[in-house]
């Protein structure tokens, strides 16, 4: 405990530390901007000194001008809204990818794949995404008129559409997997979320009152409002059961969020599903149904964003959005990832963890995330399936596929059965790509060529050869990928997100494995009960 004087005399050592740095700084300012051989712009320049200081903290904290906060501000406030798609610039064309189910540009006829070539009569060509993002967003209820080359015939036809309130449903898809166990989808922690997990969660019971537990997906959700978080640890945990607590440098700031209403079932066996891209409000609930040994964690570790951040206003306008406390949940563990490394939290071993424990005195560990009670293998994509995403070539054929068909069998019958022709198109649109043996062989050619050293040549030219065969038998090789993606994009065209659920629970082996445990009381009961 440190004494009265000398809490002041740490806080004098810290003031004079601030005031002495800020006068070098300002000085070194001064003599570069004064004395370098150069012509400097003073405004880049303290720029480059702000970002420097920003990105040596967090990825979170930013600095913002006033022309990026006005931007920024627009894209972030909630009262503002787009048009209900995902979108992005695919050969240079503005296109839509993904509109989102009961959404503007569903209810106007817009289409995946369409290109967008103008709003509101201004042409887009040459655009930034985030200028066209400014440009589609607007006050619910306001109308934009589009200008759209329609996938089907070529045509540029205008569409008005009128902004929504709400873009992304955050359950787009409940059922039941193998027969008596229910599934609830939540991709976004926005509005009501909490509410339609609850409905969700009553609607299955009310299907099949002998339900023997149901999963709850967070994979790839990336959080949103904490209050949501809260409500949806509510349907599941009982009244007044703390879920989180916010500590910051100023004690008179933290925080401590309960659950306030009754709970909708306390005793359902449930499992959560979370993977490497589950973060902040995600890592909340799962993290809290772990630490309360609610529900079993199935999957891979979660990303591991458990800061807060506030925006201050700075003069001239510009503004600084920085991290200013940090998420605690049950155990007393933070799931924040206390070492970044190119702006991502960097893997922390496991003894170097600090360990806690959960209400069933399970040990668990803090920093880096939450990690799951039953680890499963992540599924990695081969090269050359990547390849073909990353270049929008499976997009492509598929626009082309959908306008040669008007429905397809039902999801859990349809089957794509075209491989060879989508060989043909990718051929015909010359697709290549670099694997990784081939980027590691140039690298090490490079390397020999720059030392002149000709010992290796022969051998390069051989390792060549053999990475040119290889590549060859690469389509084949991962031929069961493509497929699965092209279904999975075909799917999607005719049964929006809502069908790309239900494709990829055909054969998900996270959902395979939360239901053999949850059909499995022992070992349930076994997983949460662990010392």
């Known amino acids: 405990m440190i004494s009265g004087i000398a809490a002041v005399q740490v806080n004098q050592d810290k003031l004079f530390e601030i005031s002495k740095n800020l006068e070098i700084f300002v000085s070194v300012y001064k003599e570069l901007n004064t004395n370098f051989a150069d012509e400097l712009d003073p405004s880049t320049l303290m720029r480059t000194a702000i970002d420097a200081m920003t990105k040596s903290l967090d990825p979170y904290t930013n600095f913002y001008s006033e022309s990026q906060a006005a931007s920024y501000w627009l894209n972030d406030d909630e009262r503002y809204q787009g048009i209900g798609a995902k979108m992005d610039m695919i050969h240079g064309q503005l296109t839509v990818i993904e509109p989102f189910e009961k959404g503007p540009a569903v209810k106007s006829g817009i289409k995946a794949g369409d290109i967008i070539v ?53 359950v787009p898809y409940s ?40 999963i709850l997906d967070l994979r790839h959700n990336g959080g949103g409002l904490l209050h949501e978080a ?13 879920v989180v607590t916010t500590k910051s440098k ?21 499992a959560v599903l979370i993977d490497g891209r589950s973060a902040s409000a995600s890592e909340i609930v799962s993290g809290v149904m772990q630490d309360l040994d609610r529900g079993v964690l199935i999957g891979q570790r979660s990303f591991g964003k458990g800061l807060v951040q506030n925006t201050k206003d700075l003069p001239y306008n510009a503004r600084l959005k920085l991290t200013t406390s940090k998420y605690y949940i049950p155990s007393g563990r933070c799931i924040q990832g206390v070492e970044y490394e190119n702006g991502e939290p960097k893997d922390i071993p496991d003894s170097q963890r600090t360990k806690f424990k959960t209400k069933n005195k399970r040990v668990v560990l803090d920093g880096g995330g939450v990690s799951p009670d039953i680890t499963t293998e992540v599924k990695e994509l081969l090269p050359v399936t990547q390849a073909l995403l990353d270049q929008y070539l499976i997009f492509d ?20 059965t075209q491989f060879d022709d989508f060989v043909k198109f990718i051929n015909k649109n010359k697709f290549s790509y670099n694997s990784d043996g081939e980027k590691a062989l140039q690298a090490a050619k490079m390397a020999f060529e720059k030392s002149k050293d000709g010992r290796y040549v022969e051998e390069i030219k051989k390792l060549e050869q053999m990475i040119a065969q290889g590549k060859s038998n690469e389509l084949v090789r991962a031929k069961d990928q493509i497929v699965y993606e092209l279904e999975k994009e075909i799917v999607t065209r005719f049964y929006l997100q809502k069908g790309k659920i239900q494709y990829n629970l055909r054969d998900d082996k996270d959902v395979k494995e939360a239901v053999t445990i949850l059909k499995d009381t022992k070992r349930y009961k076994q997983i949460l009960s662990r010392k």
Do not use: W
Request: glycine letters at 8%; aromatic letters at 6%; proline letters at 4%.
């Open 175 to 214: 059922g039941f997997v193998a027969g008596d166990v229910g599934y609830i989808s939540l991709t976004v922690f926005t509005q009501m979320a909490g509410s339609n997990i609850q409905k969700a969660l009553k609607d299955l019971k009310d299907d099949n009152p002998n339900m023997s537990g149901v």
């Open 118 to 170: 103008s709003i509101d009569g201004t042409q887009i060509a040459g655009k930034s995404m985030e200028e066209v993002n400014v440009m589609l967003r607007g006050l619910p209820g306001t109308d934009v008129v589009l200008g759209i080359k329609a996938i089907k015939d070529g045509k540029i036809e205008e569409h008005k559409v009128t902004r929504g309130e709400v873009n992304i449903p955050n």
């Open 250 to 270: 100023i004690r008179e700031r933290d925080q401590t969020f309960r659950t306030t209403g009754n709970p909708v079932d306390l005793d359902i066996p449930l």
């Open 397 to 416: 054929y598929v626009n082309q596929y959908v306008n040669s068909v008007d429905t397809i069998s039902s999801i859990d019958q349809y089957k794509f």
């Open 230 to 242: 809260v409500n949806i640890c509510n349907i599941f945990i009982p009244k007044d059961e703390t």
